[in-house]
């Protein structure tokens, strides 16, 4: 009865202490892939006087002009900002011709070899937004924020319909921006109108038509 006894403790111990590291494993795994938090507390903005209305204008080698600028600034100071005023340029500017394939793939290659990627599109939704909400705001910088906007949700569209089960990075940022309900001021709506000839569908309405995608594809499957 007494080696019973012991070897019963022994393998409730082994149980307690496997189930223990297995509950750990799974709390590490879950921290480590998760984005939780992206879009509260203090955020750095990025200073920039490029508005869409000035980037419309620049033909494919000036924008790498004026992007190289920024790239050699950081080169020579070592200073992420400039890199991340390069990914304000590229967003910024309409994309009508599509240009933000041409011109992102390297300002983005920097940004995460100095793991700055991530944190520049969060400074960027969260400003934009904020741009949009402030009445203090000119019409033309409001435009500017929703170029942003719709820019981020087009590139990351990809990514979000390829984790519609699992989720990521880019998930949390399109939903962000559905979740935001910003929408133009009537100064800003007629400016965008008078100079990109768009509809007034707002960056949270093309990126819930992005969240709806995947609630379709998540009903086909349930299906």
Known sequence: ???????????????????????FSCATTQTTSSHSGLFEGDYDRIISTATYRK?????????????????????????????????FIVFARPDDDGMVEKVLPH????????????????????????????????????????VILENIVAELKPFYIKQYKTGGFET?????????????????????????MRNNLNPSQIAKKVVAQKTSLLDKEEK
């Open 1 to 23: 009865m007494k080696t019973y006894s012991i070897v019963r403790k022994v393998l409730i111990v082994v149980f307690l202490t496997f189930g223990a590291m297995s509950l």
């Open 172 to 196: 949390e940022v399109v939903n962000q921006i559905a979740a935001s309900n910003v929408s133009y001021s009537k100064a800003a709506s007629r400016e965008r109108g008078l100079y990109l």
């Open 55 to 87: 980037l419309a204008t620049l033909d494919l080698d000036q924008v790498n002009d004026l992007l190289q600028e920024k790239i050699n600034r950081f080169n020579r100071d070592n200073d992420p900002q400039a890199l991340k005023e390069s990914a």
């Open 107 to 146: 300002v983005q290659t920097l940004l995460e070899e100095e793991r700055e990627w991530e944190n520049t599109i969060v400074s960027l939704v969260r400003q934009s937004i904020d741009n949009m909400n402030d009445s203090k705001v000119s019409a033309a910088d409001q435009v500017t924020a929703g």
